[in-house]
């Protein structure tokens, strides 16, 4: 959701070198694979929990080859901890907002996005456009690609579209797997309801197979009873609740936010991203940063658990480009 592909055609372009041991120098890490081995560690934790809990990695998705490269072999070691893969821009938003992506960039991803669905993953397609017709357009090529589509009408992620009428692949079936969802939506900020019941009812109403939501209300964590209402739509079938979390940046209106760290920062908090003020990199393979994610009961991803999420949504994967 924050930054996107903002690296792709630079990637197309460039190789980056590509080393191995996560504990030598900051100089030869292999920035790659420190995001698998993370993204590996919290499936592993998630799934002895719930073994059909659902792990989405967004964007970064040239992790899902060895090299990061179109031609590498696929990471199968990746590719297995996981469900399904998140990307945003893929036809429209990459450059401007209600603009066709370039060619060249959907051609890029979709040869990795490719690798990862052969491999029995689901992709979630979210396209920032707000013309009707594009809309259209954003939801038949990716039908035609094979993947589950949004149209997110504002990037904000605020709103839940008025068009089309009809919620596109609308159905009333029971849906278990992130494999049987027929559409999706990308709601994580609710900021235009005035209280928490108020969107909960909103998100109800609605006929969406697979729903992507924030933990939290204004600070306040919905509970597994609320979630768990959430996981009917309106015409009766059920449907997936998942849940949106960084992974590759710190944000300062999270429960874990330390106010000393504004003076006396972690040696792994990094510099704050110009794009989305309260959001600071991270050094995302310090295990001081993993701890606070997942792995213990007073992890980010235990509090999703313990609220009956039925999946995890990992954004800033992409933040090994920062690195590199």
Not at 174 to 186: D, E, G, S
Not at 192 to 205: G, S
Request: proline share 4%.
């Amino acid at each position: 959701m924050k930054n996107g592909t903002a690296f792709v055609l630079f990637a197309i372009l460039l190789v980056s070198c590509s080393k191995s041991d996560t504990d030598t120098p900051a100089e030869v890490r292999d920035y790659k694979q420190d995001m698998r081995n993370f993204v590996i560690g919290i499936s592993q934790y998630a799934k002895a929990i719930d073994p059909s809990f659902a792990v989405i990695p967004q964007n970064g998705i040239e992790l899902v080859t060895t090299n990061g490269q179109e031609n590498g072999s696929p990471a199968m070691a990746y590719l297995e901890a996981i469900d399904g893969n998140g990307q945003e821009d893929l036809n429209f938003g990459y450059d401007n907002d209600d603009v066709a992506t370039p060619g060249a960039v959907t051609s890029y991803l979709k040869t990795f996005l490719d690798i990862s669905h052969n491999n029995g993953n689901a992709i979630l397609s979210t396209d920032y456009c707000s013309t009707h017709s594009k809309m259209d357009m954003s939801y038949d090529i990716n039908n035609a690609f094979g993947y589950i589509s949004f149209a997110a009408s504002v990037r904000a992620l605020n709103v839940i579209p008025d068009y089309p009428t009809s919620i596109y692949n609308e159905n009333n079936s029971n849906v278990t797997t992130l494999q049987q969802a027929k559409n999706f939506i990308f709601y994580v900020n609710p900021e235009n309801y005035p209280n928490k019941t108020a969107f909960i009812d909103a998100v109800k109403a609605t006929n969406y197979d697979a729903l992507i939501l924030d933990l939290f209300y204004e600070g306040i964590a919905l509970t597994a009873t609320e979630i768990d209402s959430l996981k009917v739509k309106a015409n009766g079938g059920s449907r997936l609740v998942i849940c949106y979390m960084s992974i590759g940046e710190a944000e300062d209106y999270r429960y874990y936010w330390n106010p000393d760290w504004a003076i006396n920062k972690p040696e792994w908090l990094k510099a704050e991203n110009p794009n989305w003020p309260g959001n600071y990199k991270v050094q995302y393979w310090n295990s001081d940063w993993q701890h606070i994610i997942y792995g213990n009961n007073d992890s980010y991803l235990k509090k999703i658990t313990d609220a009956h999420f039925d999946g995890v949504y990992l954004d800033i994967i992409d933040a090994f480009e920062y690195f590199e």
